[in-house]
DNA sequence: GTCTATAGGTGGATAGAC
DNA sequence: GTCTATCCACCTATAGAC
């Protein structure tokens, strides 16, 4: 019950969360007015209905990835750095028992409204473009090695740490996540 | 509206479809009622509870699934071979757009019966194990390569490809699946 | 075993007072 | 902007006739 920030975002905020724990079918206006400390009409006013909560949800939620794949590429020049960070970025989530939000969005993506899939698609693809850059980056530097193209690479990166945090949570064992994506990791990794 | 086959199969194949295209919160007694032609009542005489029906659903799937690596298993020695035909279970579940229903049921765990998240979880267990024979097996017989423990590969294995179903539907890119299960394959396997 | 009828609860959503 | 009050559709579930 933060009454600090302004209600839209408070909305936002206890509407991911959620949706990251449960998903977009399992959680209703009464859930977020209760974490919030609202009535279900005041969610009305900010989100006139679900599907316009659920855009806004993820067209923030990408924003504030974007950000964070921007800090990641000021804070080092190293592709392996780059990508360990990456990494850990889906595991601080997963600390706090939380999927990507996008990842679970997918599952429930033929009850999703048009828009809010169209989110999720793209939210897909900026991954891909980035772990492309970032693999490309690294094989020229010889730090990484694998076959086929960069792309097809980071695309089964995706899939292997989205896939990561779903088993992993199913098992209810974060350590699982771990080690898969560290395995992944040295898939690609020049040894010294 | 098959009517040959006896009531409760009716009920879990309509289930089962709904579950692994939407999700388990998002279909009802009524939308499997209008599926199999009856009426919700008498899908409770059948299943009391939706826990019931869930728990039913998986061990159902389990068993089935089981019985395909039984198959898998008697049908070739090369654990390449195996390891093909595994992911082509998956392949074709995903042609009719459906995800792995217990990787559906994943990304609902948090709002799952117990006894129906303690089916996924062994779910998971079963693919991880049988996973990791064939990769012994193919290491041994030198058909495979890979660094670390085989139990190891088998969990990275099991995540990708559940991660893949998962994207692909998003981004309704099947083929994406396909190239991304294909270069897992050649990951391992051994150049002759 | 399947039906009709219905209960009690919750879903998203709106009107209008404050 | 937030509230109370309310709407109707839908949810899971049960009782009892057939």
Redesign the pocket.
């Known amino acids: 019950m933060k009454r600090s920030e302004?209600?839209?975002t408070m909305i936002l905020d206890a509407a991911q969360h959620l949706a990251q724990t449960q998903g977009y079918?399992a959680?209703?206006?009464?859930?977020i007015?209760s974490e919030v400390?609202?009535?279900?009409?005041?969610i009305?006013?900010?989100?006139?209905?679900?599907?316009?909560?659920g855009y806004s949800l993820v067209a923030r939620y990408r924003q504030i990835f974007l950000q964070s794949l921007t800090e990641i590429d000021q804070t080092t020049n190293k592709a392996a750095q780059k990508l360990k960070k990456y990494i850990d970025l889906y595991h601080w989530s997963l600390l706090e028992d939380r999927m990507c939000l996008c990842g679970m969005l997918a599952s429930d993506i033929a009850t999703l409204p048009e828009k809010v899939r169209d989110q999720v698609k793209i939210f897909f693809d900026v991954n891909v473009a980035w772990l492309a850059t970032i693999l490309k980056d690294g094989r020229k530097a010889d730090e990484f090695i694998y076959r086929g193209t960069a792309e097809a690479q980071a695309r089964l990166m995706l899939a292997s740490i989205q896939g990561a945090m779903l088993v992993a949570r199913a098992l209810r064992n974060t350590g699982q996540f771990q080690k898969v994506t560290k395995d992944l990791f040295n898939s690609i990794k020049k040894a010294k």
Do not use: Q, V, W
Not at 27 to 31: E, I, L, M, N, V
């Open positions: 302004d209600t839209a079918n959680f209703s206006y009464a859930d007015a400390g609202i009535r279900t009409a005041s009305h006013y900010h989100f006139p209905g679900k599907g316009d909560l």
